[in-house]
């Protein structure tokens, strides 16, 4: 997959717009896309809300049966408003937040913990009652090697960190075309 650095503005620009559309009030109308591929396949994405570097929101899908435009506008809405980690985004704190854009691709089973780049893969870990899911630029952000990576995952799942030596976790990877306005120029 390669997103093109017209298509990525234009999906930067849905996410922000949707949600400056959310404080006015407004219906939110996406009429005037140009013809892509990309963004009428059906992908999982994540939005990814910074302020001042630190986290202020993140949700996405890791696949949806919505085209990519309207799915990007639909997780900038979820990260601002509806991130349980934090409370709503406000019209003054939108201004001062980044956006960066993570188009996922199709999840593959991981066999082996061995296999896991640091850097490329992201990670899903699907057991029966814990599951949950960290983006490839987390450990680099974090300087996690693979062991704090599974660990981190672990504990976002409520398990205990050090499950993954223990037991065969059911994972998946993928990787991720990663953008944000910062890189776009904004």
Known sequence: MTISDEEKKLLLNIARNS?????SGEEISQKDLPESNILNEKLGIFVTLTKADDLRGCVGFISTDKPLYKAAA???????????????????ELDECQ??????????KVKNYDEIEIGKDGLILDEIFNSALLLPQVPVKHGMGRSKFL???CRKAGLPGDTWKTKKLRLKKFSAEVFSEAEIGF
Do not use: C, G, Q, Y
Request: proline share 5%; glycine share 0%.
């Open 19 to 23: 949600i400056l559309i959310k404080f």
């Open 74 to 92: 639909d997780a900038a809405l979820l990260a601002a408003f509806n991130d349980s980690r934090f409370n709503p985004l406000t019209r003054e």
């Open 99 to 108: 956006i960066e854009i993570s188009v996922l691709s199709a999840p593959e």
């Open 151 to 153: 660990e981190s995952l």
